[in-house]
Structure formats: C-alpha cells, structure tokens
C-alpha cells in the first residue's frame, strides 16, 4: 500500500520569498493534517482537513500561510513571504477517518518536507 | 499552561534498565492519548494507544492518570533500538486534531 507522499523533500528560499509544499494522502484516507516540525520541538497542529472542509486552523498564521485540499484528496501548503523562523520540517499526515468522530485513529505521515530559509 | 507537556529529557540509559516517561494535558475533556515514536530525521510513527484501564504491549506500559491529566509509559529491559524521541500525543478537543507534545530523547547506551 502506498504511504503518504510529499514533495518536495528539500527546499532552500530566501526570506520573503514564496514556497508551496504538496501532500498527496493514502488513498480513501479522509483526514489531513500539516503539521510544522522545528528542530528540537514536536510537531505542531497548522491544519487539519476532513475531506475537503477545514476542521482546525487555529494555529495556522493565516498572514502568511494558506492551505488548501481541493476535491478532498491532495493537498498544498503556501508560505508567503516566507521568514527565517518557518524554517522546519512541514509534514502531511493522513487517517482513515477523523474530524468530528473521537476515534483512536492512527497518524500516518509522510517524509516531511525540509525547508530552510536564508 | 503548554496543551501537552512532557519531561524535557534526555535520558541516558545502559542496556536493560526500566525508564519511565510522563506527560500532561491541560484540556480534561480529552478523551484519547497515544505514544509516537521518531528516529532521527524521520516522521513520527504510532507506538501505542493509551487505554483507561492502562495497557501493555511487551515491554511497553502506557498509563492514564484522568484525574491528575497525566499520561506515562514505562519502557523495561531497554533495548539499543529504543534510541528515539518519543512523543505525547493527545486528540485534544476530541476531533482528531492530535495535539503532540515536545518529545523526550531516549538514549540506550551498551
């Protein structure tokens, strides 16, 4: 079975530059998240989609990042303009069900994506 | 009050010692609670849920304190390939929205 996919999986920007993140979840999985990952840190909720509905944004600086799963399948995330402290790992997650329904559901994640700002 | 808070470690560990992590949450209408484990410079992956009645799953024990909003696991007869960061995770306002604490790095040393 295929897992969850993201590219690309390395970026270099400088600040105030523009960058987009992709995120294509296991197949038939209804909930993604992107989560931001800083050195040292754990992973931190920016987004949560079920299907293609936002179930929580709370922690997304809506200033500057933007996320969007068109058709409920794959999915973006966008940094702009990009600053020195959004350089993290950014990763997509996906579960089977989630969003509404309080289930034991397991987080499947993908490689994660790299993204250092100059 | 962090929604999720967990020992900042690290612990280093010889071979074959028990060690024991904890983490607390600070929303106590949550419902569900679970460990992830992370290798160095890999994406974190499910180690175990967190039952009511604590559950065991080999060497692993995770437990959950409601009333004091404190989740444990006990790792025993530590392995070399238990070297990780292992992660609190709380489905904070019960919508799935997984809520993971800062992670605490577990070394085992020969």
């Known amino acids: 079975e295929a897992g969850v996919a993201q590219s690309p999986r390395y970026k270099i920007i400088e600040k105030r530059q523009s960058v987009a993140f992709w995120c294509n979840p296991i197949?038939?999985?209804?909930?993604l998240y992107w989560y931001q990952q800083i050195l040292g840190q754990g992973p931190k909720l920016l987004i949560q989609?079920?299907?293609?509905?936002?179930?929580?944004d709370s922690q997304l600086p809506k200033d500057r990042f933007s996320a969007e799963r068109l058709k409920g399948v794959d999915s973006t995330l966008k940094i702009q303009p990009a600053k020195l402290e959004d350089s993290a790992v950014y990763l997509c997650?996906?579960?089977?069900?989630?969003?509404?329904?309080?289930?034991?559901?397991?987080?499947?994640f993908g490689s994660g994506t790299q993204l250092s700002v100059l | 009050r962090k929604e999720v808070e967990q020992d900042p470690g690290p612990f280093n560990v010889p071979e074959g010692a028990t060690v024991a992590f904890n983490c607390t949450y600070s929303n106590s209408a949550s419902q569900s609670f679970f460990w992830y484990r992370q290798d160095c410079r890999k994406e974190p992956k499910l180690l175990m849920s967190v039952y009511s009645s604590g559950n065991e799953d080999g060497r692993f024990t995770a437990q959950l304190n409601r009333a004091s909003q404190y989740i444990s696991l006990l790792i025993r007869d530590s392995k070399l390939s238990d070297s990780a960061t292992y992660l609190c995770v709380v489905n904070y306002y019960n919508n799935n929205d997984m809520r993971f604490g800062a992670g605490t790095r577990l070394t085992v040393k020969p």
């Open positions: 997650a996906s579960s089977l069900v989630g969003g509404g329904i309080a289930t034991n559901e397991k987080l499947f």
């Open positions: 197949s038939g999985h209804a909930t």
């Open positions: 989609f079920q299907n293609n509905g936002v179930v929580d």
